[in-house]
């Protein structure tokens, strides 16, 4: 289905538009050796898997691979019909840097390799696959003996090019969208957010051995970008316009299947050897040109996929121990609800230069939270290119007036900061029924929303005093709108609405702007 979709857009964008060229390939060349210089081999790299499920009271943070349990995945990947298994991960729900790869010796005169994906979750008698696919019959059955097929990615990959494309691609154009961007996946995509069908993401790349080690293959760097075979040109810049060629060569890629002589088409809508303002670029509106997607690739943003970048400052413990910090748990579940959005949550607590800890103070005033804005945030530099590109989310131990706001930062006209204060969280966390992973997430989820755009002014749902509990005139009212924006389930639940309960109700997730935070409000 993602195939013929991207088919149709891409052949749109050839009639309509003048801006790209194709350059034909067969899948396979017989007699011609398309890398002289090494031996072609080719890698699958596995980098994060995630599950994305949860119960759906959304009070218990457990995931629902398996019912009791956290799930113990294993990944199956076929390059050329053969098959490669990985260990079993036991009980994780969350695997980072894996430190496992697939490696398998591939003919040097046929380009493309075929590589087949799947997830698996590792049961006593009865193993049961995972849903990493965009398929939208996944949604129909989950009988994993008759529908296996259903939940294979299945990919080509262009030893000419050392680009893939199938069930993962680059695509810009709406009609034929990789939702979930290049090198992820995402079982949510066939629209089964809420279903309990084993939704998963899984982060990867694939390469390929190749002389210079700068991931361009010897046939591409010869005949479409001229440049050395030999020499590492992953930094070059040769025409001066702030981002490397490899970055434009790789994301510029498009491909597609001429039906008609059974070739792969492959153009380019990036010129590496010609200038562009990539400043003013911003294919996907989430706010970050793509000057700022090619700063924020080593953190797997994506030009073409929405992205969110919180920085979380967090105060230094109490001199009783006491934290001020989200809990772990807490960080997990809030990537988990973007993510499934394919909005992508990058939380920078330490892992992408920020994360500052902020000395201890018992009650924080409001020019004492600009202070950290400008010190930690912005490091006494104005220009500071974090910001517009990461939001400021701090936890503090107490401020006053209230547990949680957005607050003017003092240096500029945007509002992009926010606070929840530790110590008026674990007060709500001791009340009956409530569960401190929830209610830390909860309220960091909804003063961000603030920073996306959404306020009582658009949504009277959203921060309304007279809706907090059922005995409040309004608190009936806002039944139908369940988001964390609503007083009446704030610290009991970490999502945003759809919109889907007809009367009463927004639609938080459609509504999200992205480039809030950079508008200047006055």
Same mark, same amino acid.
């Given at each position: 289905?993602?195939?013929?979709?991207?088919?149709?857009?891409?052949?749109?964008?050839?009639?309509?538009?003048?801006?790209?060229?194709?350059?034909?390939?067969?899948?396979?060349?017989?007699?011609?050796?398309?890398?002289?210089?090494?031996?072609?081999?080719?890698?699958?790299?596995?980098?994060?898997?995630?599950?994305?499920?949860?119960?759906? $009271?959304?009070?218990?943070?457990?995931?629902?691979?398996?019912?009791?349990?956290?799930?113990?995945?294993?990944?199956?990947?076929?390059?050329?019909?053969?098959?490669?298994?990985?260990?079993?991960?036991?009980?994780?729900?969350?695997?980072?840097?894996?430190?496992?790869?697939?490696?398998?010796?591939?003919?040097?005169?046929?380009?493309?390799?075929?590589?087949?994906?799947?997830?698996?979750?590792?049961?006593?008698?009865?193993?049961?696959? !995972?849903?990493?696919?965009?398929?939208?019959?996944?949604?129909? /059955?989950?009988?994993?003996?008759?529908?296996?097929?259903?939940?294979?990615?299945?990919?080509?990959?262009?030893?000419?090019?050392?680009?893939?494309?199938?069930?993962?691609? +680059?695509?810009?154009?709406?009609?034929?969208?990789?939702?979930?961007?290049?090198?992820?996946?995402?079982? !949510? $995509?066939?629209?089964?957010?809420?279903?309990?069908?084993?939704?998963?993401?899984?982060?990867?790349?694939?390469?390929?051995?190749?002389?210079?080690?700068?991931?361009?293959?010897?046939?591409?760097?010869?005949?479409?970008?001229?440049?050395?075979?030999?020499?590492?040109?992953?930094?070059?810049?040769?025409?001066?316009?702030?981002?490397?060629?490899?970055?434009?060569?790789?994301?510029?890629?498009?491909?597609?299947?001429?039906?008609?002589?059974? +070739?792969?088409?492959?153009?380019?809508?990036?010129?590496?050897? /010609?200038?562009?303002? &990539?400043?003013?670029?911003?294919?996907?509106?989430?706010?970050?040109?793509?000057?700022?997607?090619?700063?924020?690739?080593?953190?797997? /943003?994506?030009?073409?996929?929405?992205?969110?970048? @919180?920085?979380?400052?967090?105060?230094?413990?109490?001199?009783?121990?006491?934290?001020?910090?989200?809990?772990?748990?807490?960080?997990?579940?809030?990537?988990?609800?973007? %993510?499934?959005?394919?909005?992508?949550?990058?939380?920078?607590?330490?892992? #992408?230069?920020?994360?500052?800890?902020?000395?201890?103070?018992?009650?924080?005033? #409001?020019?004492?939270?600009?202070?950290?804005?400008?010190?930690? &945030?912005?490091?006494?530099?104005?220009?500071?290119?974090?910001?517009?590109?990461?939001?400021?989310?701090?936890?503090?131990?107490?401020?006053?007036?209230?547990?949680?706001?957005?607050?003017?930062?003092?240096?500029?006209?945007?509002?992009?900061?926010?606070?929840?204060?530790?110590?008026? #969280?674990?007060?709500?966390?001791?009340?009956?029924?409530?569960?401190?992973? @929830?209610?830390?997430?909860?309220?960091?989820?909804?003063? !961000?929303?603030?920073?996306?755009?959404?306020?009582?002014?658009?949504?009277?749902? !959203?921060?309304?005093?007279?809706?907090?509990?059922?005995?409040?005139?309004?608190?009936?009212?806002?039944?139908?709108?369940?988001?964390?924006?609503?007083?009446?389930?704030?610290?009991? #639940?970490?999502?945003?609405?759809?919109?889907?309960?007809?009367?009463? $109700?927004?639609?938080?997730?459609?509504?999200? %702007?992205? +480039?809030?935070?950079?508008?200047?409000?006055?």
């Amino acid at each position: 289905m993602k195939e013929i979709l991207v088919n149709i857009g891409i052949i749109l964008s050839l009639v309509l538009t003048s801006i790209v060229i194709p350059t034909s390939n067969a899948g396979s060349i017989s007699g011609e050796n398309l890398d002289p210089l090494v031996d072609v081999k080719v890698t699958f790299h596995l980098l994060e898997i995630r599950s994305l499920e949860k119960n759906d $009271d959304h009070v218990h943070a457990r995931e629902y691979i398996d019912r009791y349990s956290p799930p113990d995945f294993y990944v199956k990947v076929w390059i050329n019909d053969k098959l490669r298994t990985s260990k079993v991960w036991w009980n994780t729900a969350y695997i980072y840097h894996p430190n496992w790869s697939v490696t398998v010796d591939v003919p040097d005169d046929i380009d493309v390799v075929n590589i087949k994906i799947q997830l698996w979750d590792w049961n006593f008698g009865l193993d049961k696959i !995972c849903d990493i696919s965009g398929d939208y019959s996944n949604i129909q /059955s989950m009988d994993e003996n008759k529908r296996l097929d259903d939940y294979d990615v299945e990919l080509y990959y262009s030893i000419r090019y050392g680009v893939w494309w199938g069930d993962d691609y +680059t695509s810009d154009d709406p009609l034929g969208k990789d939702p979930s961007g290049y090198g992820r996946l995402n079982g !949510c $995509d066939d629209g089964s957010i809420y279903q309990h069908d084993r939704d998963c993401e899984m982060w990867f790349k694939i390469t390929q051995t190749d002389f210079d080690g700068d991931g361009i293959p010897y046939w591409a760097e010869v005949n479409v970008l001229h440049t050395n075979p030999m020499v590492n040109d992953s930094y070059l810049d040769s025409d001066g316009d702030g981002i490397p060629t490899y970055w434009e060569y790789i994301w510029g890629h498009r491909a597609w299947y001429n039906w008609r002589d059974g +070739t792969y088409q492959h153009y380019w809508v990036y010129n590496a050897s /010609s200038p562009e303002n &990539f400043s003013a670029m911003d294919p996907d509106n989430d706010g970050l040109d793509n000057i700022e997607e090619y700063l924020t690739s080593q953190w797997f /943003s994506d030009p073409f996929r929405k992205d969110l970048f @919180i920085e979380l400052d967090h105060m230094a413990d109490s001199p009783k121990g006491e934290k001020s910090d989200l809990p772990l748990e807490s960080k997990e579940i809030l990537r988990t609800v973007f %993510d499934r959005r394919n909005i992508v949550y990058h939380l920078d607590d330490g892992c #992408m230069g920020g994360g500052e800890v902020i000395p201890f103070d018992n009650s924080s005033t #409001m020019q004492e939270l600009r202070s950290y804005y400008w010190n930690y &945030f912005l490091h006494g530099d104005p220009n500071n290119w974090r910001r517009g590109v990461f939001h400021y989310g701090l936890v503090v131990y107490h401020a006053a007036d209230y547990p949680g706001f957005v607050f003017w930062n003092g240096v500029n006209n945007y509002l992009d900061s926010y606070q929840i204060s530790s110590k008026d #969280m674990n007060e709500k966390a001791r009340l009956p029924l409530f569960k401190k992973v @929830i209610v830390f997430a909860s309220a960091y989820m909804h003063e !961000c929303g603030h920073t996306l755009g959404i306020f009582h002014s658009n949504t009277p749902g !959203c921060d309304d005093q007279n809706g907090k509990a059922p005995w409040q005139p309004d608190y009936w009212k806002w039944i139908p709108y369940k988001s964390v924006m609503n007083y009446g389930y704030i610290y009991r #639940m970490v999502d945003y609405s759809d919109g889907s309960r007809g009367k009463n $109700d927004f639609n938080d997730w459609e509504r999200i %702007d992205l +480039t809030f935070f950079q508008r200047e409000l006055w």
